[in-house]
């Protein structure tokens, strides 16, 4: 099929599974158009079937806010035209369902008719689009979506909870190519993190408030009082300063790291020993996921979609949010006895299975394939 997808360029979340399932499916022989506002940043090579068309947005000083989602619906519009698209996916409601809708609109008036499937990632539902500015446009994108996913059924429970929605949600959850993780390092370079006996403790994310950084370093503050570990912190945001100011003041500096954001997140996560991830709200966990899979077990809060995931005591352990004394324990529980250390991390990857993009590509292409035989005739 000929398939435009819309995402968010950036590190993290929703771009990531969106980039990765573009590959996948141009890998399976599908043609895929990339439409955002920069090449994604996975998407490293463009191939025979990969296009990617970018937004551009010009400047002009009237405007106080540029207005994306007008040349976005505009691009969508020429792409689907010029490329014979016939199914569009946005991911992240916020402003790609809309201005997908206004694509469908606009294409709609020339007799093309174009079914359009949004899936929902998280922080479109839970922190951004429940805001009341934002509230109505968001319900109507939804309930005007051909198609709606969810990466997880917490994900869906939340949106039928905070929004007034007449579609059906499908929940589709995240995924991970675990074939591109069986790497055979012999050697992870472990050494330029840490010394042997020590354990190296990791968190990835965007830094943004809802992942509770200064936990992140709280329960790192507790393990290192009583093992010898290190800190690996990977990732940009508005948390991070105050996150080294936290170190500094705890006395740890010496012991973490902060990396900045990676393309190597599977280098990092191959020396690591165990993963932080107290957020305070996830949908699914897509970091946590990443770890796993790299044989890495995970200790986090027990927001959202997160225990969909991390399997308690089996994959490593949940804990309320907040609960910082509890998460050091469990944390210690896990890295003190190098048996029960094997035992997680076994377990972990073991876990991580169930979410091969091999189980969750063909739930999208079920997904194309019944949005485009049953695609709603707009005029009518
Ligand atoms: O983690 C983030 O804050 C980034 C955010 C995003 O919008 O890309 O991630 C969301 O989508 C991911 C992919 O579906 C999920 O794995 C994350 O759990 C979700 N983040 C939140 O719900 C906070």
Redesign the pocket.
């Known amino acids: 099929m000929k398939i435009a997808i819309v995402c968010?360029p950036?590190f993290?979340?929703?771009?990531?599974?969106a980039t990765e399932l573009g590959i996948a499916l141009a890998n399976r022989g599908h043609e895929i158009h990339f439409v955002t506002y920069k090449q994604p940043v996975r998407l490293e090579l463009l191939s025979a079937n990969i296009h990617f068309h970018e937004v551009n947005v010009p400047e002009y000083a009237l405007f106080h806010y540029q207005p994306y989602e007008l040349a976005l619906s505009s691009k969508l519009v020429d792409t689907v035209k010029m490329y014979g698209i016939e199914v569009l996916h946005v991911?992240?409601a916020i402003p790609h369902a809309y201005a997908g809708y206004m694509a469908k609109q606009m294409l709609a008036k020339e007799g093309i008719y174009i079914p359009m499937i949004t899936?929902l990632?998280?922080?479109?539902i839970?922190?951004v689009g429940k805001h009341p500015f934002y509230k109505p446009a968001v319900t109507f994108s939804i309930n005007e979506s051909d198609v709606v996913t969810a990466?997880?059924e917490s994900?869906k429970k939340d949106t039928l909870a905070l929004f007034d929605i007449k579609n059906e949600i499908e929940v589709i959850p995240?995924f991970i190519d675990t074939k591109k993780y069986a790497h055979d390092y012999t050697d992870c370079q472990r050494s330029l993190m840490a010394k042997d006996h020590e354990r190296i403790v990791t968190h990835i994310?965007?830094f943004?408030k809802?992942?509770r950084i200064e936990d992140v370093v709280a329960v790192f503050h507790k393990i290192q009082a009583r093992i010898p570990a290190k800190l690996v912190m990977v990732g940009e945001g508005p948390e991070r300063e105050k996150a080294e100011i936290q170190c500094e003041a705890l006395g740890i500096s010496d012991k973490v790291l902060f990396l900045g954001n990676s393309n190597e997140i599977d280098r990092i996560l191959c020396f690591s020993d165990l993963f932080l991830l107290p957020?305070?709200?996830?949908?699914?966990?897509?970091?946590a996921?990443e770890a796993m899979v790299n044989e890495v077990p995970v200790i986090s809060s027990n927001a959202?979609?997160?225990p969909e995931v991390n399997i308690h005591g089996e994959t490593g352990f949940l804990s309320p949010v907040g609960a910082v004394d509890e998460m050091a324990e469990n944390a210690l529980a896990i890295l003190q006895d190098p048996e029960v250390l094997e035992q997680f991390k076994k377990r972990a990857v073991l876990a991580a299975q169930k979410f091969d993009i091999t189980n969750i590509l063909p739930l999208y292409e079920n997904v194309y394939e019944k949005a485009f035989v049953s695609r709603k005739t707009l005029s009518s």
Do not use: P, Q, W
């Not at 990632?121 to 479109?124: K, R, S, V």
């Open positions: 968010y950036t993290g979340g929703s771009g990531v599974v991911h992240y899936t990632h998280g922080t479109d839970t922190l990466v997880s994900l995240n994310s965007n943004r809802v992942k957020s305070e709200s996830e949908s699914f966990g897509l970091a996921l959202g979609g997160i």
